[in-house]
């Protein structure tokens, strides 16, 4: 069964079982009210003849009594004498329901309940019959009596009826138009998601979801563009991930191969032997570096590289950082500054993955900066927070390649291997690095002017 028909299913009978209880609940109301009232009101009448009969008996006052009972076409008034002889009555009254009614008397004088429904006839309406005796010096002297119809309250019902049934009719059929909306509303964005899906599932990762409004489809709707957007991207960068490693790892390959192909064929001499074992050597360390940068981003990524946090001074941990690619500055006759606001700055991290983390970042600088040029690196706190900047006059990098410079193996020069550069997994490393020590890093370059990395830390 398809979702919108259970969703009319349900918005009728809900609908219809609302128009039914609240039918019934103000009808058995109703009744109960109109027959509270009714009684009340008989109860009233006649202890008020009452009063009036014994406060002047006489002939009279029964003719007025009487006049004013008749004036009601629903009720028999009937005024007894104290045998249950008729002095007078609204109307004729047949021998039997005389019987009935004295009977009645009869059996419920001796209990303070003087009024009760009385079911005259088989399904009949009921009638309410209720008496009051009235003393004449001090003695009972008779009876008054009221046999009341109800039949105004049942007419009062089947209009209530006829309401209640018309009513009804016009909620359900606004119940319907409503469904009828909301099904479209609500079951036409989910078979398009549910179609989308489906493409997403066969791997058709280029679908758009309409997603306007604020409510709960409307998100629905824009976390599935989203998803399709982000496997789409995951996607792209596995098969990205997947072609730059085999290339990595190709080409240190092919060195190896084919300088061990030279080595075990061919007659060499001793000098060349040497150098061909040499680049041997060479790429085989290249390789290992590879491997081990691969698994050391594996580890970071899943969080299963426990952090040694201890309280390190970041001024000497940044000084010691900058001896170590000394070398390869000076190879280049690239000047290297530090500054710091304060001669020492103690935090808590971990010294020998967040000082890797700066030599990722110092060898990239070094490894783009021209000859002749200079690097910058500021070590400064406000508040909580420790801000690094390193900053050179290199390169720059194009804007279109910024949004993905964190991603692994990703190259600005796409031709470029890792003979002329890094295993292209350092920048990547760093960024894990610098999360799990709960810090951000942000990147700000422009083309052949230079870039910027900065690491904010927040010290607790």
Same mark, same amino acid.
């Given at each position: ?191 398009? %998601?549910? +179609? *989308?899906?489906?493409? $997403?599932?066969?791997?058709? /990762?280029?679908?758009? &979801?309409?997603?306007?409004? #604020? ?126 606001? %304060?001669? +020492? *700055?103690?935090?808590? $991290?971990?010294?020998?993955? /967040?000082?890797?983390? &700066?030599?990722?970042?110092? #060898? ?97």
């Amino acid at each position: 069964m398809k979702l919108s028909t259970k969703l009319s299913l349900l918005v009728f009978t809900s609908t219809l079982l609302i128009i039914v209880m609240m039918g019934v609940s103000f009808y058995i109301l109703s009744k109960s009210f109109y027959k509270d009232q009714s009684q009340k009101d008989i109860e009233y009448r006649l202890d008020a003849h009452r009063e009036v009969v014994e406060m002047h008996w006489g002939p009279e006052t029964l003719e007025h009594v009487v006049i004013m009972e008749s004036r009601n076409p629903e009720n028999t008034f009937i005024v007894f004498d104290a045998d249950f002889n008729v002095q007078t009555s609204t109307q004729p009254v047949s021998k039997e329901m005389l019987d009935r009614y004295k009977s009645w008397i009869v059996s419920v004088f001796i209990t303070n309940e003087r009024t009760e429904f009385v079911n005259t006839m088989t399904e009949h309406i009921p009638h309410i019959w209720s008496f009051e005796p009235f003393e004449i010096d001090g003695e009972i002297a008779g009876y008054l009596f009221i046999d009341q119809d109800t039949g105004s309250f049942e007419e009062a019902r089947w209009t209530l009826l006829g309401i209640t049934t018309f009513m009804g009719l016009i909620t359900l059929l606004f119940s319907g138009m409503l469904t009828i909306f909301l099904s479209k509303r609500v079951t036409l964005p989910i078979t398009n %998601a549910r +179609s *989308l899906t489906k493409q $997403i599932a066969k791997g058709n /990762f280029d679908v758009q &979801l309409s997603s306007e409004g #604020n409510d709960e489809l409307s998100d629905l709707l824009r976390h599935i563009s989203s998803m399709a957007s982000q496997l789409k991207e995951f996607r792209d960068t596995r098969q990205q991930f997947l072609t730059n490693v085999a290339h990595d790892i190709r080409t240190p390959l092919t060195y190896i191969k084919a300088y061990a192909s030279l080595l075990k064929d061919q007659q060499v001499e001793k000098e060349l032997v040497h150098e061909q074992a040499a680049i041997i050597h060479q790429e085989a360390i290249r390789m290992e570096g590879l491997v081990k940068d691969l698994f050391q981003l594996m580890k970071l990524e899943e969080g299963s590289i426990p952090l040694n946090i201890q309280g390190t001074d970041l001024v000497e941990l940044i000084q010691e950082a900058t001896k170590k690619v000394k070398l390869d500055s000076d190879n280049k006759n690239i000047d290297l500054f530090f500054s710091s606001s %304060a001669p +020492s *700055l103690v935090t808590n $991290i971990d010294q020998d993955q /967040f000082e890797r983390a &700066l030599l990722n970042l110092l #060898n990239n600088s070094i490894r783009h900066t021209n000859p002749n040029g200079k690097i910058q690196i500021r070590l400064e706190k406000w508040n909580n927070e420790i801000k690094i900047e390193i900053e050179d006059n290199g390169e720059g990098i194009p804007a279109d390649d910024l949004p993905h410079i964190w991603a692994r193996f990703y190259r600005v020069e796409k031709s470029r291997s890792t003979k002329h550069g890094g295993s292209g997994l350092g920048l990547a490393i760093t960024k894990q690095i610098i999360e799990l020590h709960g810090g951000t890093i942000q990147i700000d370059s422009t083309l052949n002017v230079g870039t910027v990395f900065m690491i904010k830390l927040f010290d607790s």
